[in-house]
């Protein structure tokens, strides 16, 4: 890839843009796998500005935009302490989602994004870096695995009524 491609913290003025493009996205790489009726009652409590601004104004969640050519093209969530979904500890920093545009993937957007989360990790001394992924997003697991993620458990995960399984992967520091 030509451009550059730059890693912007996002702000809570920002909201909008982030609901909108986290919405897109999540549609993009799951509408075609899954019922549209769940996909639309998850969306429905999921995607909104009220819990977009509240994530974004919690002091241990951190969104970032990667832009390229001064367009977003994807977005990356990382949670601490408290704001974790599952483990919550201290010494640990989760990448609860990274996303890209359907257009810009394949691009090496996602690699730039994981690679800034590992080295924010270590940059604050954390043990490991975690992460929950869709287990049948084999696409997703083997870049993870290449990063040097291997599985550690598993939990469920609820898109509207269908019940779902997440792989929780982790990487030593």
């Given at each position: 890839?030509?451009?550059?491609?730059?890693?912007?913290?996002?702000?809570?003025?920002?909201?909008?843009?982030?609901?909108?493009?986290?919405?897109?996205?999540?549609?993009?790489?799951?509408?075609?796998?899954?019922?549209?009726?769940?996909?639309?009652?998850?969306?429905?409590?999921?995607?909104?500005?009220?819990?977009?601004?509240?994530?974004?104004?919690?002091?241990?969640?951190?969104?970032?935009?990667?832009?390229?050519?001064?367009?977003?093209?994807?977005?990356?969530?990382?949670?601490?302490?408290?704001?974790?979904?599952?483990?919550?500890?201290?010494?640990?920093?989760?990448?609860?989602?990274?996303?890209?545009?359907?257009?810009?993937?394949g691009?090496?957007?996602?690699?730039?994004?994981?690679?800034?989360?590992i080295?924010?990790?270590?940059?604050?001394?954390?043990?490991?870096?975690?992460?929950?992924?869709?287990?049948?997003?084999?696409?997703?697991?083997?870049?993870?695995?290449?990063?040097?993620?291997?599985?550690?458990?598993?939990?469920?995960?609820?898109?509207?009524?269908?019940?779902?399984?997440?792989?929780?992967?982790?990487?030593?520091l």
């Open positions: 890839m030509n451009s550059s491609i730059q890693i912007n913290r996002v702000s809570l003025a920002d909201a909008e843009t982030l609901l909108n493009l986290s919405r897109k996205t999540f549609f993009d790489a799951f509408a075609h796998l899954n019922n549209a009726a769940d996909m639309e009652a998850y969306a429905s409590k999921a995607f909104t500005l009220k819990r977009y601004e509240q994530e974004l104004s919690n002091p241990d969640s951190h969104f970032y935009f990667a832009v390229v050519d001064n367009a977003i093209t994807g977005y990356i969530k990382l949670n601490y302490n408290s704001a974790q979904t599952e483990l919550q500890d201290a010494n640990a920093l989760e990448v609860e989602r990274i996303y890209i545009l359907q257009e810009h993937q691009k090496q957007i996602g690699k730039h994004l994981l690679d800034f989360a080295q924010t990790a270590v940059d604050e001394k954390m043990a490991y870096i975690w992460l929950g992924v869709w287990e049948h997003n084999n696409k997703a697991i083997n870049f993870y695995k290449s990063k040097g993620f291997i599985q550690f458990g598993s939990h469920s995960f609820m898109l509207g009524t269908d019940e779902q399984t997440d792989i929780l992967m982790r990487k030593e």
